[in-house]
C-alpha cells in the first residue's frame, strides 16, 4: 500500500506570497494531520481534518488555513508568506477517528520563504 | 497542558550495543497514547512504536522496545543491538483520547549516532 505522499517536495517563494501544500493520506485512511517543524519551535501541530472537517486547530495565524476533499486529500494554504514561514511541513493520516490511531507521516514539504 | 521533555539532545552509542532515548510527559488526562518516531535526515518521521496509557504490558516492535512507567510519567524507548542505519533524529510524542486535545504533541527530539 502505498504511503502518504506530499507535493511538492520542495518549494521556494518570496514573501507576501501565497503558497499551497498537498497531502494524498494512505489509502482508506479518512483522518489527515499537518505539522509545522522548524529548528526553532520543533514540530507543531497546525490543523486536522476527518471527512472534510476541521476537528483541531493549533495556535497559528489565520493565514494558515487547510480543506479537505471527499476523497481524503487535503491542502494547505498560507497566504502573505513571512520569512518565518521557511519550515518543514508535515502531512501524517491516520484509519479512522480512532483517539489511538497511529499517524503515518509523508516525506514533508520543505518551504523556504526568501 | 499536556508536555513532552527529552532532556538528551544528543546520544552516541556502539554498533550491537543497545541504547536508551528518554522521554517524560505530563497530561491531566487519564486516557493518553504515547508514539516514538524516527526521522532520518531525509525528513520523513517513520513510526515506530505505541503504547497505551491503560497498556498493562510494555509495547516492544522488533528491536524496539517501551519501557513504560506509568507512575513516573516515563516513556523511554530502548533500542537494542544498534545498526548504522539507526542514525537519526527520534522524537517522543503524546496524543490524549478525548475529542479536542488529539492533536500529537512531540518533544525536542534526541539525535542518536551509532557509531562503528
Known amino acids: 500500500k502505498a504511503g502518504v505522499t506530499q507535493t511538492p517536495r520542495y518549494l521556494i517563494k518570496t514573501r507576501g506570497q501565497q503558497v499551497t501544500l498537498s497531502c494524498s493520506p494512505i489509502?482508506?485512511?479518512?483522518?489527515v494531520s499537518w505539522y509545522q517543524q522548524t529548528p526553532g519551535q520543533g514540530l507543531q501541530f497546525l490543523f486536522e481534518?476527518?471527512?472534510?472537517?476541521?476537528?483541531n486547530k493549533g495556535n497559528f495565524p489565520g493565514r494558515f488555513s487547510g480543506r479537505q476533499f471527499s476523497n481524503s486529500r487535503s491542502e494547505m494554504n498560507v497566504s502573505t508568506l513571512e520569512l518565518g514561514d521557511s519550515a518543514l511541513y508535515l502531512c501524517?493520516?491516520?484509519?479512522?477517528?480512532?483517539?489511538?490511531?497511529?499517524?503515518?507521516f509523508g516525506p514533508g514539504t520543505r518551504l523556504l520563504v526568501l | 497542558a499536556q508536555k513532552i521533555t527529552q532532556t538528551q539532545p544528543g546520544m552516541f552509542v556502539q554498533e550491537k550495543e543497545a541504547v536508551t532515548l528518554d522521554c517524560t510527559y505530563d497530561?491531566?488526562?487519564?486516557?493518553?497514547?504515547l508514539f516514538w518516531y524516527k526521522q532520518p535526515s531525509s525528513g520523513e518521521m517513520i513510526f515506530l512504536i505505541y503504547?497505551?496509557?491503560?497498556?498493562?504490558q510494555n509495547a516492544t516492535e522488533g528491536r524496539y522496545s517501551l519501557n513504560f512507567q506509568k507512575a513516573r510519567k516515563s516513556a523511554n524507548l530502548v533500542i537494542s543491538a544498534s545498526q548504522l542505519g539507526d542514525s537519526a533524529m527520534y522524537f517522543c510524542?503524546?496524543?490524549?483520547?478525548?475529542?479536542?486535545?488529539?492533536?500529537?504533541?512531540f518533544g525536542s527530539g534526541t539525535r542518536l549516532q551509532v557509531q562503528p
Open positions: 501524517a493520516s491516520s484509519l479512522g477517528d480512532s483517539p489511538d490511531g497511529t499517524q503515518y
Open positions: 489509502s482508506g485512511h479518512r483522518s
Open positions: 481534518y476527518f471527512s472534510e472537517t476541521q476537528r
Open positions: 497530561t491531566s488526562d487519564p486516557s493518553y497514547g
Open positions: 503504547q497505551g496509557s491503560y497498556d498493562q
Open positions: 510524542a503524546m496524543r490524549n483520547h478525548y475529542t479536542g486535545r488529539r492533536a500529537l504533541t
